[in-house]
């Protein structure tokens, strides 16, 4: 641990004329898990779309490992082993739970391994083994997200990007879902969590770091933001009571 | 993973489906629903049998049963003295058929499998044709007519053999045409691509209309020269005979058959499924979007152009008019209608859409123009009872019935930041 996998320098970025991102810094460490918290519209979602390449940014430096990766297409950032969950349901719906994670792997030429990872995949999550032949759209919002991350990980990432990834789930899925990141995370992969339920968040993770209006405002370990009086004042108290 | 293993847990995974997505539609109408459930139970269990069957057969028997089809479409034009007298005629409409279909499974990868509203489809049949007629010299000979220059008959074309490469020039160039258009276009979602395709319809008949040192206008183009085969010792001028243009469709349109299966059963197939169903996630699977839907649309592009060399070569005569929007015979329109009717995303939809929306203006030709009154209303009866077309591939119709197919765009995120 130590080293920086991930980081931002000043980064702008932004949907049509105006600017979401003001300059965002940000140092996601490797082997970490990394949550990043703020207010509804601070830009979390935003900087996770420019680090996996569905936005461009206007400015700024994105490196992973020192190497530049800002700007790239979205393939380009998947091949570099960045793999993004968004906050929005991303499951095929009318295709089978099986068939959506294949689609994970979908950059990937070479159909053994393949086949291996999505073995592997589905010893690892029972729900991909057991209702395979499901239609995705028929399962329910907390079994989709878990088949989601099983998704992300047929491309053996190196970092995993998760949008408020417990958002809308009831306390046990939300406990699965955190259970898995710990145990993604303990199997090597370094994560970059935004989180609503800012408590359990931080909770898991290393370090956090806090937006506000396109900004990084805080940075620091898990404990020490939860301990932070300030960001209780600003955020804790309040996001429990937003997102039940 | 071998196809056949992936080929059988998608069956099994379409028959666990089947009974979910059926009761919501019941439930929609209850009472009419029923009565009419009843009454076409046999018509539906034979059409839905028949496909599983189909998917479910070892691949020997598919094949079997695919050279069967092949050859019994062959048969059609020997038959056809047998069933009427009048089979000249009807040769020449199961000709017509064949261009249909061609366009329909041409218009289909485009609607049908990447989820693209086309509806300028027939700009590129329009450019198939034009590119044969102007460079076989029929273009040249047009215009010298028209201005009565001497020895204008001299220009009269007659290089029949240069056919098959001009087939070829033809296909290049609507490749061309279709990249172009293209990608400034493909970015716009849905209605917004629509409304464009709607455009380059009507930009390539203008252009023709007004190009008249090249297309001599609105008087069009004739003495467009017939295909002839010349190898060795085989000297064969299609000439007027129906069934050589109705077999040379049919040798295309299985060629086309074969490499759409190849292509859809490959990642390129999943590529459009998935941009299908949700254009961002897509994207976030490493799917290049923008160049899948362009893939898709000059293909579409290319088929749509030798069908337009064939019919141009076997009518002889082309002009603006016989590319309309609303034309009765390969209008933009009607032949989406062939896609919808005979049902999207699959193979056999789109031929039975072609052979119906032909065939039964012409046999209802009696009744005069009432016929299309007819026609309209068999067209509305079938969308309403069967919205998702007679013959529809099983993943299309799951994605209507499922009614979750959403409309994001990852473009608008990715240009507003570029
Ligand atoms: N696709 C889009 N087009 C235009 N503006 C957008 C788009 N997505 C987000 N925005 C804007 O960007 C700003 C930041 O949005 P973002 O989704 O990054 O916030 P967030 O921190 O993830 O909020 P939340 O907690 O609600 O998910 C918002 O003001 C929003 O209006
Ligand atoms: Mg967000």
Known sequence: ?244 | MSSDAEDRTRSQAEVTQEATPGSTRQEGRPIQGSAWKRLTWPARRVLRTAGDRYDRMAKPARLGVSAGMVVLAAAVPVLLPYVTADSGYWTSVATKIGIAALLALGLNVVVGFAGLLDLGYVAFFAVGAYTFALLSGAGRYAIAISRSQPNAFKLLPTWHMYFWLLLFVALLVALIAGVVLGTPTLRLRGDYLAIVTLGFGEIVRITATNLNSLTDGSQGVNQIPHPAINVGSVHYNFGLNNEAYYWLLLAVIVIWIFLLRRVNDSRIGRAWAAIREDELAAASMGIPTIQMKLLAFAMGAAVASLGGVIYASQIGFISPDSFQLFSSDFGSVIILAMVVLGGMGGIAGPIVGAALIIFLPERFRFVGDARFLIFGGVLVLVMVLRPQGILPSRRRAAELEGGEVRETSVFEARQAGS
């Open chain 1, 1 to 244: 641990m130590g080293t920086a996998l991930l980081r931002l320098q000043g980064v702008v970025a932004g949907y049509g004329r105006g600017d979401v991102l003001h300059g965002v810094d940000l140092t996601v460490e490797e082997g970490a898990v990394t949550c990043l918290i703020g207010p509804n519209g601070a830009g979390k979602s935003t900087v996770l779309k420019t680090v996996s390449g569905l936005l461009r940014p206007k400015r700024g430096r994105i490196t992973l490992l020192g190497r530049d990766i800002g700007g790239l297409s979205p393939q380009a950032v998947l091949s570099h082993g960045v793999v993004h969950v968004p906050q929005e349901r991303s499951l095929f719906p009318s295709m089978s739970v099986w068939d959506n994670v294949l689609m994970g792997g979908f950059v990937l030429r070479d159909r053994a391994v393949v086949r291996r990872r999505i073995e592997h995949i589905a010893d690892r999550f029972p729900i991909v083994a057991n209702r395979r032949h499901e239609r995705a759209g028929s399962l329910s919002g907390g079994e989709q997200k878990i088949v989601e991350i099983a998704r992300a990980l047929m491309l053996d990432p190196v970092l995993v990007l998760m949008d408020e990834p417990s958002t809308g789930l009831d306390p046990r899925a939300r406990q699965l879902v955190f259970h898995t990141i710990t145990e993604i995370n303990e199997g090597g992969r370094t994560v970059l969590l935004v989180e609503q339920n800012a408590r359990s968040g931080l909770a898991i993770a290393h370090h956090g770091a806090v937006m506000e209006s396109g900004r990084v405002r805080l940075e620091g370990t898990g404990s020490s933001l939860l301990a932070d009086p300030e960001v209780a004042r600003l955020f804790l108290g309040a996001a429990p009571a937003n997102r039940g």
